[in-house]
Nanobody
Framework: QVQLVETGGGLVQAGDFLRLSCAASGRTDSIDAMGWFRQGHGAEREFVAAINWNSPRTYYSNSLEGRFTISKDSAKNTVYLQMNNLKPEDTDVYYC????????????????WGQGTQVTVSA
């Protein structure tokens, strides 16, 4: 099992930036990828970005327009999401997820989750 703890959410104005962090513990040697997802009230959890644990390859939602960047610090077992030029529509609860599967491609493939961190962007 992998435990995940997110930090870094908050209330910002449109155009501002935030950096979310996700610290992993437990079976980190078995992680294949980690990702960031977001979920609005009553909505499904949607993919934002992901990064392979054992390579620098990254993946992004097409809707981000290049505003977000995912990165990792393997020595700290931590993944980051740098969010620039935030918009009110980015307001959501952001979750960090981890998958131990070698083949993944959907939200359902991620089986470890953090508690979520609220990001609120005011106009």
């Amino acid at each position: 099992q992998v435990q995940l703890v997110e930090t870094g959410g908050g209330l910002v104005q449109a155009g501002d930036f935030l950096r979310l962090s996700c610290a992993a513990s437990g079976r980190t040697d078995s992680i294949d990828a980690m990702g960031w997802f977001r979920q609005g009230h009553g909505a499904e959890r949607e993919f934002v970005a992901a990064i392979n644990w054992n390579s620098p390859r990254t993946y992004y939602s097409n809707s981000l327009e290049g505003r977000f960047t995912i990165s990792k610090d393997s020595a700290k077992n931590t993944v980051y999401l740098q969010m620039n030029n935030l918009k009110p529509e980015d307001t959501d609860v952001y979750y960090c997820g981890a998958t131990l599967k070698k083949t993944w491609g959907t939200v359902a493939d991620f089986d470890s989750w953090g508690q979520g961190t609220q990001v609120t962007v005011s106009a």
